[in-house]
C-alpha cells in the first residue's frame, strides 16, 4: 500500500467531513507504490477511475473515458488522486449547500459551511497533511472556502491553466487553481498544471509561467471594499495589515476603485447566461440522466429530466441567463456587463501603476452556521462574494491566505496581482507565511 496515506484515517475523516462524494478504493491504493504526493480533484474536473458529476444528480453516471488536463500533469508528476471532492451543483454556490450530494462540513466547526463551491477541495487541504486540492474559481469558489477552511488557495490569470476536461459554468471565467495548507507546494505544482494546450485555445497565447523571487513593498487597499465587513473580520484583517507593516516592511496605501460596486450585477449577467447555455446540453439526450419513454413530446421529454435532475439554484441560474439573452435585452444586459468587465479591468490597471498587489479582506464574514445559511435569501447570497467577483470577472490572478482567528475560526485576505504575475502572488504568500502561525484543525493537529 502506498507509504504516503493512511487510508482508515482518510476514511474515518471523510465520514466525519464529507470531503468526497467518491474516493479511492483499497485495492487502488494497495497497487499504488511510486506516488509522492496526494491530491483530489473538484467534482467538475473529468477523471479516469470516477464519475464527473459535477455534484449535480443529472449527470449520476457519466464516467469519463479521459482525464482533465490539470489531472493528468498531477498524475505524471507523481501524484495520487484520492478522489472527487464536494461542490455545489456545477458550482453554482456560495456555502457548498447546493449539492446534488453532501455536504461537506467545516474541519474548524462542523455546524458551519465549508465555503464554495470548492467547499470539499478546501475541506481536504486543510484535514489531509501534505495535500493539494484542484479546486475551480468562477467568482470565487476558490478564494472563499480557502478563507472559511484556512488555507491557502491560488486562482490563476485566466487561461495560465487549460481548462480541458472541465464540466463548463461561465466559459470566458471559469480558472483552475490549487489549495493547500503550504505556499510551498503550490509553488511547486502550479508550473506543474500551467502552460498551453492545444485542447483548450484559450489556454494558447499565454507567456511562460517563471516563478521567481518579488520583493513586495506596496499594497493598496480599495476604501470600497471595507463596506458591509463584519466588525470581528475587520478587526483582524486590520491587525495583520499591521504586521504586515511592522513586520515585512510592506507599505499599504488606501486607494478609491468606485467601479467595483458595478462587479456583482455584471457578473452574474455573464455568468447565468453563460451557464444558461452550457447547461442546455443536460437534456436527457447526449447527456445527463436518460429518460426511458421516448415516446414524449420533445418538450415533455427535456423538461421532465430537468426538473427532476436540476437542483433550485440551477433552476434559479437557468432562468436569470435565459432571461439576460431573451431577443431585445442583448444590448440592455449582456453587452453593458461586458462593457463594464472593460471599465473595471481598467480601473486595476491603474491601481497596478504604482502597487504591486491589492489587499482586502477575503470574506465578510467567517463561515456561517447551517443554520443562518437556511435564512438568508438568495441576494444575500450572492452578496457574501462582492470582494472576490471583480479580480474573477476580470481574469486576475488573486490568492487568498489565512490571516487570523476570530471565535476559533478562521479569517482571510486576499491578494490580486496583475495578469500574468502569479510570481508576485506566490511571493507575498511566501513572506506572510513566514511572519504568521497558521494553525491546523483539531483533527488533523
Request: charged share 20%.
Amino acid at each position: 500500500m502506498s507509504g504516503i496515506i493512511d487510508e482508515p484515517l482518510l476514511r474515518a475523516i471523510n465520514d466525519k467531513y464529507r470531503i468526497f462524494n467518491q474516493m479511492i478504493d483499497r485495492e487502488m491504493l494497495e497497487a499504488d507504490d511510486s506516488s509522492s504526493f496526494t491530491f483530489s480533484a473538484k467534482d467538475n474536473l473529468c477523471t479516469k477511475e470516477f464519475q464527473a458529476r459535477a455534484g449535480s444528480k443529472i449527470l449520476e453516471g457519466y464516467r469519463p473515458p479521459f482525464d482533465a488536463t490539470p489531472v493528468r500533469k498531477l498524475r505524471e508528476a507523481g501524484g495520487l488522486l484520492l478522489g472527487k471532492t464536494n461542490m455545489d451543483e456545477f458550482g453554482f454556490g456560495t456555502f457548498s449547500t447546493n449539492s446534488g450530494f453532501d455536504i461537506p462540513l467545516n474541519p474548524f466547526d462542523t455546524g458551519r459551511a465549508c465555503g464554495g463551491s470548492s467547499g470539499g477541495a478546501a475541506a481536504a487541504a486543510a484535514l489531509i497533511e501534505g495535500h493539494v486540492a484542484l479546486g475551480v474559481s468562477t467568482g470565487g469558489s476558490i478564494s472563499a472556502p480557502a478563507s472559511f477552511c484556512g488555507v491557502y488557495g491560488l486562482t490563476p490569470t485566466y487561461g495560465r491553466v487549460s481548462r480541458y476536461g472541465l464540466i463548463d459554468y461561465g466559459n470566458s471565467l471559469d480558472k483552475v487553481g490549487l489549495l493547500s495548507r503550504s505556499i510551498a507546494d503550490i509553488r511547486r505544482l502550479l508550473p506543474v498544471i500551467s502552460g498551453s494546450d492545444p485542447k483548450d485555445p484559450t489556454s494558447c497565447t499565454q507567456p511562460r509561467l517563471e516563478i521567481s523571487s518579488k520583493k513586495i513593498r506596496r499594497l493598496a487597499l480599495p476604501k470600497e471594499a471595507m463596506a458591509n465587513i463584519s466588525p470581528e473580520v475587520e478587526l483582524i484583517f486590520r491587525h495583520a495589515l499591521e504586521m504586515m507593516k511592522q513586520e515585512l516592511g510592506i507599505s499599504v496605501h488606501e486607494v478609491s476603485m468606485p467601479s467595483l460596486r458595478f462587479a456583482m450585477p455584471a457578473y452574474y449577467i455573464l455568468a447565468t447566461t453563460e451557464a444558461s447555455t452550457n447547461l442546455a446540453r443536460y437534456c436527457g439526450m447526449r447527456f445527463g440522466v436518460p429518460e426511458k419513454d421516448v415516446s414524449q413530446h420533445f418538450n415533455d421529454f427535456f423538461s421532465g429530466v430537468r426538473s427532476e435532475c436540476f437542483g433550485p439554484e440551477a433552476k434559479r441560474r437557468i432562468l436569470l441567463g435565459t432571461f439576460c439573452r431573451m431577443v431585445g435585452f442583448r444590448d440592455k444586459y449582456y453587452l453593458k456587463s461586458l462593457a463594464v468587465r472593460q471599465l473595471i479591468t481598467k480601473e486595476y490597471r491603474t491601481v497596478f501603476d504604482e502597487h504591486d498587489l491589492i489587499v482586502t479582506p477575503t470574506m465578510p464574514f467567517v463561515a456561517p452556521r447551517f443554520e443562518e445559511i437556511a435564512k438568508m435569501k438568495p441576494l444575500e447570497m450572492y452578496s457574501a462574494d462582492f470582494l472576490t467577483i471583480p479580480p474573477n470577472l476580470t481574469g486576475l490572478p488573486h490568492l487568498s491566505a489565512p490571516c487570523g482567528y476570530t471565535s476559533s475560526m478562521p479569517v482571510g485576505m486576499q491578494f490580486v496581482a496583475p495578469h500574468w504575475d502569479e510570481s508576485g502572488l506566490i511571493s507575498m504568500g511566501e513572506e506572510w507565511e513566514s511572519a504568521f502561525q497558521r494553525k491546523n484543525p483539531e483533527v488533523a493537529q
